[in-house]
């Protein structure tokens, strides 16, 4: 089983390292080195987010339309080669739209599409896999080999990265960009291998797939799960909405170098991987709520540092801003995983941690969305490129705030579910997606 979960780890991996490029490198070079629409670079870039809901059709669909035998293998590959494609050619399209818009758009639209929908098409139908492969009893873990591989490779292609474009150029950043492309196609190849069993048989019940309205539905029908589900939906957004714009301010304020700004993810990812670990030592001796609200805090201050970092442009406490952050983020992300099990019925769990796996795309998307325009704007009223960085990790200091607060007005116990509670790598496991 060590071995089915390892090559379940490298799809993983081979997913995340295509984001990684994108999400930090790309974007910085777009927003700073080309001068490109920080709204247009957010739009692209969230692309993923957009297309999350066909999620839950692709899911029923290959549950019930095996291929060759194969339920999950052929929507994990078809997955994959869209998102080393759309990786691999993101950069060419970069440069593009800054020297033909119209025609860069269009192609900027069909590459990070195709990257999105490879990273849907892909992740639903991996992680359905690993569920089949393991069974119950063990799927807590293989979700959680994955995701810490995930961790450790975000980090270390975030390193890479950072060396193969030292000292940036337009050639460098190609070469690259291919590099990792090729890397990560190689390794989810290899994670296929033998890995599921075939099959012709559609799954018991595989037509009753939950859908966003019966899922939005659950939510809103609950006051306290609608009040946490408004809660992620501030807190995720703030947390993960500055993943466009870091970097790109790390640059502006600061004057870091491509190969500078890359290597803030590693170090943002170090101390997340950090923080869950500390979060695991901390499972059963403190209380989610606690331990939540102390991320929430963390994740506040590492903004409030951030924005300090920029109205005295001082560099060491930007990084200590990241630090700080990193470790909120971390803490964060397991305890609130944590709270959501709890605010689960029994008989509809499946339904409740669907309508978080859409809270957190819808976050995603609105936080990157948000950012990338107000950024636009306010640089445009200003003319001043690093306020307009410095008025967005402040909203999203007020959201995180907001948030704390709704928090402290969450009554779980009438959700505690009667059955055990999961182990510590089962409430981690959603972090993956």
């Known amino acids: ?198 099959s012709n048989i559609s799954l018991p019940g595989a037509s009753e797939a939950y859908t966003v309205k019966e899922m939005t539905t659950a939510i809103t029908a609950n006051p306290v799960a609608r009040t946490f589900f408004i809660y992620l939906l501030l807190l995720l957004a703030a947390i993960l909405g500055q993943d466009v714009l870091l970097e790109p301010f790390g640059a502006e304020a600061f004057g870091l170098t491509v190969t500078q700004t890359t290597r803030i993810t590693s170090i943002w990812g170090t101390f997340v991987l950090a923080a869950i670990i500390i979060a695991g030592l901390l499972e059963g001796r403190v209380a989610k709520r606690v331990v939540a609200q102390i991320g929430n805090v963390g994740a506040l201050l590492g903004f409030m540092s951030i924005v300090l970092s920029g109205l005295m442009l001082d560099k060491n406490i930007f990084y200590t801003g990241v630090t700080i952050l990193g470790i909120g983020t971390g803490l964060s992300t397991v305890a609130n995983l944590a709270l959501m099990f709890d605010l689960t019925i029994p008989g509809q769990v499946g339904l409740f941690i669907g309508a978080y796996g859409f809270s957190n795309a819808l976050s995603r998307l609105t936080g990157s969305i948000l950012g990338g325009v107000v950024r636009d704007l306010v640089t445009e009223v200003t003319g001043a490129a690093v306020t307009g960085y410095i008025v967005v990790f402040a909203i999203e200091a007020v959201m995180l705030l907001i948030a704390a607060i709704m928090l402290t007005r969450i009554d779980i116990g009438k959700f505690r579910k009667n059955a055990g509670e999961p182990s510590f790598v089962e409430k981690v496991a959603l972090a993956a997606e």
């Open 1 to 198: 089983m060590f071995l089915k979960r390892f090559q379940l780890g490298l799809i993983h991996v081979a997913v995340a390292m295509t984001l990684v490029p994108i999400n930090s490198t790309l974007n910085r070079v777009m927003i700073k080195e080309l001068a490109i629409s920080a709204t247009l670079v957010a739009i692209l870039a969230s692309l993923p987010f957009l297309f999350a809901p066909i999620q839950v059709a692709i899911g029923s669909y290959s549950d019930r339309h095996p291929v060759f035998g194969y339920r999950r293998t052929p929507y994990i590959l078809a997955g994959l080669v869209l998102c080393a494609l759309g990786m691999l050619v993101s950069p060419q399209v970069a440069f593009l739209i800054n020297e033909n818009p119209g025609p860069g758009i269009l192609a900027g639209i069909i590459a990070f599409g195709a990257w999105g929908m490879g990273y849907n098409l892909s992740s639903v139908s991996y992680l359905s896999l690993a569920a089949e492969i393991s069974g119950e009893k063990g799927r807590g873990k293989t979700i959680a080999t994955m995701w810490f591989m995930m961790i450790v490779s975000i980090i270390a292609t975030a390193i890479g990265l950072s060396r193969l474009v030292d000292p940036y150029t337009p050639e460098a950043l190609i070469r690259a960009f291919a590099y990792v492309s090729a890397s990560a196609l190689t390794l989810g190849l290899l994670g296929l291998i033998r890995l599921e069993p075939r």
